[in-house]
């Protein structure tokens, strides 16, 4: 088939939306269906022209305020409207659609074209956080919007799942990520790179908590803060963000790594010993199912995806939104019982098996195939 993947982000940029898509495009690409993506244009048009076979159409784009790295693409419909016209796809997939998004669907929908809107991002909770609480509504307003116009939804986590049909749009459907356990797996840990965090081979054996994400607002990396005094332990930061210079000065014992990928962020992950996530706006959280793929037990707050991927008592701990004592009692107790921590760490590892991209991309495919027959049956009646 032909399949137009409109993206609000794309390489260079990485995250959890890019890295998904990322995957679809492999998928997408050992089928031999023909695939364009529409994406924001990088700094100075940085990018490449073709990714796993798929011709990237940039548009003009300008830097989020506050967050330069993030670009917002310019371009209203009629233009987003002429470039669907000309590859004329089967379906148009929209990757956590926003501003880009908005006008993608609509312009779709005026071509008569199926689309499958995937959920990826609470835009709108992030409001708050970056400081601009008033637009909260009129975030989940344009998010209603572009769903109740899409011929399918897919959601994360039943969270995100029950989020959006309290929202009105009933007929969201249950999408997950997979996660690749040949890249992440307990193999990978280095003892080498362990030693060079907790002060050499030959010094007192430190646990290490780590961290993977964007250090913004919305990860609030800043909680961590009461893990910093834990004896014994080394707190790594993994990731980079516009709050790098900030989370520095307020966590000057933890070690910031910056971005990592490939395969030097699997030998970092499964070199932890427990991993942390505080972030309470996840509609998944792709970084704690790599976790558990690399053998390591979780603690992250108790709202969003971890609520799906977690599993008290047995592959970790979720602990009460901002109720940060738990958080920090919760990783006492694990760092503090290596027996334990070992038969989380097990558990974490058998609950992500079979959750392969090529099931989960298989699964997206048959998404595609109901929109596009459904459209086809409406235009014969």
């Known amino acids: 088939m032909r399949i137009a993947i409109v993206a609000e982000s794309f390489l260079p940029q990485m995250n ?35 990714v796993s076979g798929a011709l990237v159409h940039r548009l003009p784009s300008m830097p989020m305020v506050g967050y330069a790295k993030v670009r917002v693409a310019f371009g209203a419909v009629p233009k987003v409207r002429r470039i669907l016209k000309r590859f004329a796809p089967d379906v148009v997939h929209l990757a ?52 109740l116009l899409a011929d399918r939804t897919l959601a994360p986590s039943t969270f995100a799942l029950n989020q959006l049909r309290g929202r009105g749009i009933f007929d969201a459907e249950l999408w997950r990520r997979g996660v690749d356990t040949q890249r992440f797996n307990p193999a990978k840990r280095d003892g080498a790179w362990r030693a060079s965090m907790t002060g050499g081979a030959g010094g007192r054996r430190k646990k290490i908590i780590g961290y993977v994400g964007r250090l913004a607002a919305e990860k609030q990396v800043e909680d961590l803060r009461v893990l910093a005094d834990l004896p014994d332990t080394q707190l790594v930061i993994v990731g980079d963000g516009p709050l790098r210079p900030a989370l520095e000065a307020q966590l000057p014992r933890a070690h910031f790594t910056g971005f ?11 070199s932890f010993d427990l991993f942390v996530h505080p972030g309470e706006f996840e509609t998944f959280c792709q970084t704690i199912q790599e976790a558990m793929a690399s053998g390591v037990p979780v603690v992250a707050t108790g709202r969003g995806g971890p609520l799906d991927l977690v599993e008290n008592s047995k592959t970790g701990w979720l602990y009460t939104p901002g109720h940060l004592d738990e958080l920090r009692s919760y990783v006492q107790d694990l760092i503090g019982d290596d027996a334990k921590r070992a038969a989380f760490a097990e558990a974490a590892l058998r609950s992500v098996q079979g959750r392969t991209w090529s099931t989960i991309c298989d699964q997206l495919v048959r998404h595609y195939d109901d929109v596009i027959t459904a459209r086809a049956s409406l235009a014969v009646r």
């Open 16 to 50: 959890g939306v890019v890295h998904s898509v990322l995957r679809v495009l492999e998928h997408l690409q050992e089928r031999g269906d023909e695939v364009l993506v529409i994406a924001p244009a990088g700094e100075m048009g940085t990018g490449p022209e073709y």
């Open 96 to 147: 956590s659609p926003f501003e880009l998004g908005w006008r993608a669907v609509r312009a779709a929908h005026s071509l008569g074209i199926p689309t499958v809107a995937i959920y990826q991002t609470e835009v709108p909770s992030y409001a708050a956080r970056y400081g601009v609480p008033f637009l909260e509504n009129w975030a989940w307003e344009r998010v209603e919007k572009i769903h």
């Open 260 to 270: 990592q990928g490939g395969e030097d962020l699997a030998r970092i992950v499964a």
